[in-house]
């Protein structure tokens, strides 16, 4: 099974701030990688899909990279509204895998 | 508007059954993949597995952890999917968030449920 390694777990930030979420898949998953976010208490909301292809409705401020077995995710300038928890999938094959989790929070 | 809204969660004892289901509206439901998530309290999401539209000869594949005990069905007439979860663990405890495919973006877990949660406890 492909393992989905994601870092930082925890991440203080400003907001105005530009922040990086990596994750790192085991073996190379091609482009097949997805973003979420998910708010305490909601549903997770898909963000990112094929590694960098923002998903309609998504700030520009959002973006996604990578291929093969390193991904980030990047927000451009941190609003009050992403402070949440995010998460990356892989859906090369199965079994799918989530990463841990980055839990962002307002400094 | 695509629309998964899922029930049947509760508190069930160890080594006892539930069966979740996952109605939807929105979308032509028999053309799609659906699949189950997971998440444990304060944790992180577990995928438990999907099952595939009847023209894909409508297979269902599993996590290690609930493979064998857990069983993915769906009623294209109805355009609800169910999780039928035997044998259950206190780790099985989770919130339960169902899924459905779409072609654009091709993900398969692009729309989600509200989620229901599940407690196995004695």
């Known amino acids: 099974a492909i393992q989905m390694t994601q870092s930082p777990s925890y991440l203080s930030a400003y907001v105005g701030d530009r922040v990086t979420i990596t994750c790192r898949a085991s073996q190379g998953i091609r482009s097949d990688l997805v973003w979420y976010q998910q708010k305490p208490g909601k549903a997770p909301k898909l963000l990112i899909y094929d590694a960098s292809s923002l998903q309609t409705g998504v700030p520009s401020r959002f973006s996604g990279s990578g291929s093969g077995t390193d991904f980030t995710l990047t927000i451009s300038s941190l609003q009050p509204e992403d402070f949440a928890t995010y998460y990356c999938?892989?859906?090369?094959?199965?079994?799918?895998?989530f990463g841990q989790g980055t839990k962002l929070e307002i400094k | 508007e695509v629309q998964l809204v899922e029930s049947g969660g509760g508190l069930v004892q160890p080594g006892r059954s539930l069966r979740l289901s996952c109605r939807t509206s929105?979308?032509?439901?028999?053309?799609?993949?659906m699949s189950w998530v997971r998440q444990a309290p304060g944790k992180g999401l577990e995928w438990v597995g999907f099952?595939?539209?009847?023209?894909?000869?409508?297979?269902?594949e599993y996590a290690a952890s609930v493979k064998g005990r857990f069983i993915i069905s769906r009623d294209d007439s109805e355009s609800i999917a169910y999780l039928q979860m035997d044998s259950l663990k206190i780790e099985d405890t989770a919130v339960y968030y169902c899924a459905s495919q779409t072609l654009v973006p091709a993900t398969l877990l692009s729309n989600w449920g509200q989620g229901t949660l599940v407690t196995v406890s004695s």
């Open positions: 929105g979308f032509t439901f028999g053309d799609y993949v």
């Open positions: 099952i595939r539209s009847n023209a894909y000869g409508g297979r269902a």
């Open positions: 999938l892989q859906d090369y094959n199965y079994p799918y895998s």
